[in-house]
């Protein structure tokens, strides 16, 4: 089944010390999405990639960067984390710009915890 | 910035009943979709509905726009305890084609 993955389900990381999150997909999608949910919040998008094309939102910390070697894989990296990082980071796809179908497509979500 | 608002924030319902929720957002939109969030788990599409729309079904979901009232609901019938879960209304920020989530109506289904 065409899916969306991310690895690993649970990281468990210490106050500073640098930590990727990864991502993949075979839905051969365009767009992928990293997302940052805390408890009972809505996810807030911190950056996305059109293909190749890396689009930062405005409001993203630099402690937050991201990788996309190839169409399949992303990842998100946490050069510093700080106990306010540890959330859910959720990873998600949609298949191409297109404003009237720009349904996405979620991965479950890595649960990062700071020491 | 968050788009759409859902409410009530949380709601309990006995298995076999509907449940009712409701998402207002602030500018205009070509569509609104609705999620649906198992605990500790990722964001699963349920339905999206167009502008041009005022109802759309799927199985048990039926969905509403009024674009007059900028507002939009979900109605889930004869709930089961597998639709326990949150649920979020997306809509696309600023006419782009990335999505604003609202901070979602945690259902909790009851046996």
């Known amino acids: 089944d065409a899916m969306v993955i991310q690895n690993p389900r649970y990281q468990v990381t210490q106050f500073g010390k640098p930590v990727t999150l990864s991502c993949s997909q075979t839905?051969?999608?365009?767009?992928m999405y990293w997302y940052q949910q805390k408890s009972s919040q809505a996810p807030k998008l911190l950056f996305h990639y059109y293909d190749k094309d890396f689009n930062n939102e405005a409001d993203t910390p630099d402690n937050f960067q991201s990788r996309r070697p190839n169409t399949s894989f992303c990842f998100l990296d946490i050069r510093s984390p700080g106990l306010g990082d540890a959330a859910m980071y959720l990873c998600?796809?949609?298949?191409?710009?297109?404003?009237?179908?720009?349904?996405?497509?979620f991965g479950p979500g890595t649960r990062l915890t700071v020491l | 910035s968050q788009q759409g608002e859902e409410d009530p924030q949380a709601l309990s319902i006995q298995e076999g009943e509907n449940a009712t929720m409701n998402c207002s957002y602030k500018t205009s939109i070509n569509n609104l979709q609705w999620y649906r969030q198992n605990s500790g788990r990722g964001l699963v599409h349920l339905i999206l509905?167009?502008?041009?729309?005022r109802e759309k079904h799927s199985g048990r979901l039926r969905v509403t726009l009024d674009t007059s009232k900028k507002s939009s609901s979900l109605l889930i019938t004869a709930s089961r305890a597998a639709d326990t879960a949150s649920y979020f209304c997306a809509t696309p920020t600023r006419g782009d084609y990335k999505l604003s989530f609202g901070a979602g109506t945690t259902v909790t289904v009851r046996a």
């Open positions: 998600a796809t949609s298949r191409d710009r297109d404003r009237g179908n720009n349904e996405q497509f």
């Open positions: 509905i167009r502008s041009n729309e």
């Open positions: 839905l051969n999608h365009n767009v």
